[in-house]
T-cell receptor
Framework: QKEVEQDPGPLSVPEGAIVSLNCTYS??????FMWYRQYSRKGPELLMY????GNKEDGRFTAQVDKSSKYISLFIRDSQPSDSATYLC?????????????FGPGTSLSVIP | DGGITQSPKYLFRKEGQNVTLSCEQN?????MYWYRQDPGQGLRLIYY???????QKGDIAEGYSVSREKKESFPLTVTSAQKNPTAFYLC??????????????FGPGTRLTVL
């Protein structure tokens, strides 16, 4: 079993739809959870960052962490064509200086005008 | 503007050649990383460096080498020993390695194609 799993998509939605992107993970020691957005042929950019369980909202984006289920989600409200990108989840244990950030493979999202 | 730059954006290499990818940051970050990205796969860590003159192998270090002589620079050499080097290479940095958050900031990437 991979440490982090993510449905690769592609996911195609009409403009204005609510989008739900999800990741599951196996290591219960992860404490920090991130979502990156990556446009085609560009580097990933940090979108959302959460610590432990709970929700975090930033504009149209909401990140949700359920540590009991080892499941994280990113919701995008009122999706726009500019949201079309690949979304990578990432997580991190932060116990030692040698801990590494583990990335999911990414979900490709297309928002159709 | 603070950020991470990578050059070149596109690189073509003949089989048997070594090539060096450049990564520079002016964020004053201690830690720097190199990842490889292939279609359908997550980012795979090649090498990382927590401090100048120190670096550690990541998950797929074979066929690659790095140096960290300056805080702001972390070049990656793809050697002829790397069996399948065609990929998108991403450099990243973070304030410290093993720091409280793990947030990494990425450069724009270099696409390497072996002819």
């Amino acid at each position: 079993q991979k440490e982090v799993e993510q449905d690769p998509g592609p996911l195609s939605v009409p403009e204005g739809a609510i989008v739900s992107l999800n990741c599951t993970y196996s290591n219960s020691a992860f404490q920090y959870f991130m979502w990156y957005r990556q446009y085609s042929r560009k580097g990933p950019e940090l979108l959302m960052y959460t610590y432990s369980s709970g929700n975090k909202e930033d504009g149209r984006f909401t990140a949700q962490v359920d540590k009991s289920s080892k499941y994280i989600s990113l919701f995008i409200r009122d999706s726009q064509p500019s949201d079309s990108a690949t979304y990578l989840c990432a997580m991190y244990r932060a116990k030692t200086s040698y801990d590494k950030v583990i990335f999911g493979p990414g979900t490709s999202l297309s928002v159709i005008p | 503007d603070g950020g991470i730059t990578q050059s070149p954006k596109y690189l073509f290499r003949k089989e048997g050649q070594n090539v060096t990818l450049s990564c520079e940051q002016n964020l004053n970050h201690d830690a720097m990383y190199w990842y490889r990205q292939d279609p359908g796969q997550g980012l795979r860590l090649i090498y990382y460096s927590q401090i100048v003159n120190d670096f550690q192998k990541g998950d797929i270090a074979e066929g690659y080498s790095v140096s960290r002589e300056k805080k702001e620079s972390f070049p990656l050499t793809v050697t002829s020993a790397q069996k399948n080097p065609t990929a998108f290479y991403l450099c990243a940095s973070s304030i410290v390695a093993g720091g409280p958050s793990g947030e990494q900031f990425f450069g724009p990437g270099t696409r390497l194609t072996v002819l």
